[in-house]
């Protein structure tokens, strides 16, 4: 059984972290991308589906594509940030499961299903969203995580060969600035939201 893990690291992924708009001028490797995706691979999706798509835009070009796609209030964040990620859904993820669920035919289960699909699809890849999050903190980054922008501008600039894939949501990513954050927004109590029934 494993052990809690300690308060420093409880801080770093949850209590003192932060979502960030503006980052120090500090690049993001390629090796730190593929950390963040070996990291977040291993949290768990429902039959291992693994839907999420990603992609990371670290060139100008790329990252003013995305920021062309998003809400004014959004556009500076995409493009001073080191790296965008767009964190796509595909809901032909079943095609898959013969290799990543293979002790069973799960694909089956999707087959001809695509309300059924793009459900589960939007579901894990939610939750690989969460993981993104948590793996880049754990690596020492920092995110901030969006919603503001056309997702049909945001499929056609970087799924259009790939139209099984939809954009979920945005982030960007980089080692962010203290200095421009404000306050932390309230977090309720246990009572405010939960029930122990």
Not at 173 to 185: E, F, Q, V
């Amino acid at each position: 059984m494993a052990a809690p893990i300690d308060d420093a690291a409880l801080d770093q992924l949850f209590r003192t972290a932060r979502s960030y708009n503006h980052y120090r001028d500090e690049p993001v490797g390629e090796d730190k991308l593929r950390a963040i995706w070996d990291l977040m691979k291993m949290g768990p999706t429902s039959a291992n589906q693994l839907p999420a798509r990603l992609v990371w835009c670290v060139s100008e070009e790329a990252k003013g594509k995305l920021a062309d796609a998003c809400s004014e209030g959004n556009r500076d964040k995409v493009r001073k940030a080191p790296v965008s990620v767009v964190i796509g859904m595909d809901v032909e993820f079943h095609e898959h499961l013969p290799e990543l669920f293979p002790h069973t035919d799960a694909k089956s289960w999707f087959d001809g299903n695509r309300e059924l699909r793009e459900a589960s699809a939007f579901r894990n890849s939610s939750l690989q969203g969460g993981y993104f999050i948590l793996a880049a903190r754990a690596l020492g980054l920092d995110t901030g995580p969006m919603s503001g922008f056309d997702a049909g501008a945001v499929d056609k600039a970087f799924f259009a060969e790939t139209p099984a894939v939809r954009t979920n949501f945005i982030a960007t990513l980089g080692y962010g600035d203290p200095a421009t954050l404000h306050g932390r927004s309230p977090r309720p109590a246990f009572e405010t939201f939960n029930r122990i029934v």
